[in-house]
């Protein structure tokens, strides 16, 4: 094993004002609560995406933001991953999840993919499932009929401050993910 080795996280969501605060993007939402809070530096244009790269609990990070839209999550991804020759098993994956109720939060390891198209992107390109996601809860439609792609695509309906609480404790888990990494026994 690397005497330093590099992480990649990938913080998925769509790019574009207009989605800024929608359920889809709780991925992105994470990401920039972990970038501010470990200070990495401002994100910039880079893999198909915005990318900050530093420090995070003592691990050498890239933090990535794809910018291709999440049903494409994965070429930046991949292309993230070759540049910095990182294996799968040092990729965390953070993402929306309708199938916990909103402010859950669980971390997985491959398995399925639940149909979610930014993880099925994923491996595609990264070419394996076996990559660590932090699966934030953003539940499903409250209305039965309600089509699950307008409900992940308009923007979440909850009190700010449970969305805040919500954003904080995913990045709890991704920082405890990355501490589990150095050698330590990782929460979830």
């Given amino acids: 094993m690397d005497a330093d080795p590099i992480y990649l996280i990938v913080a998925l969501g769509n790019p574009g004002p207009e989605y800024q605060f929608h359920r889809h993007n709780a991925g992105f939402m994470v990401g920039e609560e972990l970038r501010r809070r470990h200070g990495l530096p401002r994100l910039r244009s880079k893999f198909q995406g915005l990318s900050a790269e530093g420090r995070m609990n003592g691990a050498r990070v890239v933090l990535l933001l794809p910018m291709t839209f999440m049903n494409s999550s994965g070429k930046a991804a991949a292309e993230a991953a070759r540049k910095h020759k990182i294996p799968v098993e040092r990729i965390l994956v ?32 990264l070419g394996s499932r076996d990559f660590w996601r932090v699966r934030v809860g953003v539940g499903r439609p409250d209305h039965t009929d309600e089509p699950l792609i307008d ?18 404790r995913a990045a709890d888990v991704a920082d405890e993910w990355l501490a589990g990494q150095g050698g330590g026994s990782c929460l979830v």
């Fill in 94 to 125: 953070i993402h929306d999840e309708v199938e916990l109720p909103f402010g859950e939060v669980r971390l997985k390891e491959g398995q399925g993919l639940g149909g979610h198209n930014g993880l099925r992107s994923l491996q595609q390109c």
């Fill in 151 to 168: 409900h992940v695509l308009a923007p979440f309906s909850e009190p700010r401050d449970e969305i805040l609480g919500l954003i904080e």
